[in-house]
Nanobody, 123 residues
Framework: QVQLVESGGGLVQPGGSLRLSCAAS??????????MGWYRQAPGKQRELVAESPGGNINYAASVKGRFMISRDYAKNEVHLQMNSLEPEDTAVYYC????????????????WGQGTQVTVSL
């Protein structure tokens, strides 16, 4: 099994900053790590991609580009999300994601999720 532990959420005023962190543990070593990233889900909305780091690439949602920055520690299987210039629209539960690829011929993909951390941007 693979476990993801997130930290760093909280309440912040508009224009403020937060840093989210996520560490993967367990049987990660049995797989190839394809990607680590962050998704979010606001009340009444679908879960959406915030930022991901597949291989050597980085993808951001248009709404966070220029304000958020994702970083990875490949050796520790950690991913971080630096969130600056936060807006009330960023309020959501943020989920860490790791996409693993099975070694061998099948190369099946497995996705694991963290428990979620609440980010609230409000006065």
């Amino acid at each position: 099994q693979v476990q993801l532990v997130e930290s760093g959420g909280g309440l912040v005023q508009p224009g403020g900053s937060l840093r989210l962190s996520c560490a993967a543990s367990g049987s990660v070593f049995k797989f190839d790590v394809y990607s680590m990233g962050w998704y979010r889900q606001a009340p009444g909305k679908q879960r959406e991609l915030v930022a991901e780091s597949p291989g050597g690439n980085i993808n951001y949602a248009a709404s966070v580009k220029g304000r958020f920055m994702i970083s990875r520690d490949y050796a520790k299987n950690e991913v971080h999300l630096q969130m600056n210039s936060l807006e009330p629209e960023d309020t959501a539960v943020y989920y860490c994601n790791i996409a693993l690829i099975q070694r061998g011929e099948l190369r099946q993909r497995f996705d694991y999720w963290g428990q979620g951390t609440q980010v609230t941007v409000s006065l």
